[in-house]
């Protein structure tokens, strides 16, 4: 389905007050088309209608007419190093303004500084015996079956 198909079906949904299927197109645009500002604020401006100063925030962050209460609340919902995912703006791509490469040259800084595909040791201890405690009460769980099905047969 064509973007001016969606865009027609978005009108429609917001017509007859039904938001929900029309953020999910919203989406759904969005993600084929992430740096169309145009959509961005279009998203923007259903969240707004529904009262979500956050959603709001997020997608109208790197318009140059964002509400600046609905970019702070976006700002402190996501932490500085999560804002570039949270945004969904592809790696690499050229921001179309001027604000845009404002508000996008701080977080996509942030991402290269936090590596996110390693979990802290912490972590990673907590989860290996969550694993070995699981096994254990696995292990435990088939010897009790396997002498109770013993003690039916025989």
């Given at each position: 389905?064509?973007?001016s198909?969606?865009?027609?079906?978005?009108?429609?949904?917001?017509?007859?007050g039904?938001?929900?299927?029309?953020?999910?197109?919203?989406?759904?645009?969005v993600?084929v088309?992430?740096?169309?500002?145009?959509?961005?604020?279009?998203?923007?401006?259903?969240y707004?209608?529904?009262?979500?100063?956050?959603?709001?925030?997020?997608?109208?962050?790197?318009?140059?007419?964002?509400?600046?209460?609905?970019?702070?609340?976006?700002?402190s919902?996501?932490?500085?190093h999560r804002?570039?995912?949270?945004?969904?703006?592809p790696a690499?791509?050229?921001?179309?303004t001027?604000?845009?490469?404002?508000r996008?040259?701080?977080?996509?800084?942030?991402?290269?500084?936090?590596?996110?595909h390693?979990?802290p040791p912490?972590l990673?201890?907590?989860?290996?015996?969550?694993?070995?405690?699981?096994?254990?009460?696995?292990?435990?769980?088939?010897?009790?079956?396997?002498?109770?099905?013993l003690?039916?047969?025989?």
């Amino acid at each position: 389905m064509g973007k001016s198909d969606l865009m027609d079906r978005v009108a429609t949904d917001l017509t007859k007050g039904h938001t929900y299927p029309a953020i999910q197109r919203m989406h759904s645009l969005v993600a084929v088309h992430p740096t169309d500002l145009d959509l961005r604020r279009r998203l923007a401006a259903i969240y707004r209608a529904t009262g979500n100063a956050v959603e709001a925030g997020r997608w109208s962050y790197l318009d140059d007419s964002a509400d600046p209460a609905e970019i702070a609340a976006f700002e402190s919902r996501y932490p500085l190093h999560r804002r570039l995912d949270a945004l969904r703006w592809p790696a690499g791509a050229k921001a179309p303004t001027d604000i845009s490469r404002v508000r996008l040259a701080p977080l996509q800084a942030a991402a290269v500084a936090t590596p996110t595909h390693a979990a802290p040791p912490g972590l990673r201890r907590l989860t290996t015996a969550a694993a070995v405690t699981a096994l254990v009460a696995l292990a435990l769980l088939a010897v009790i079956g396997v002498q109770t099905v013993l003690e039916w047969l025989f």
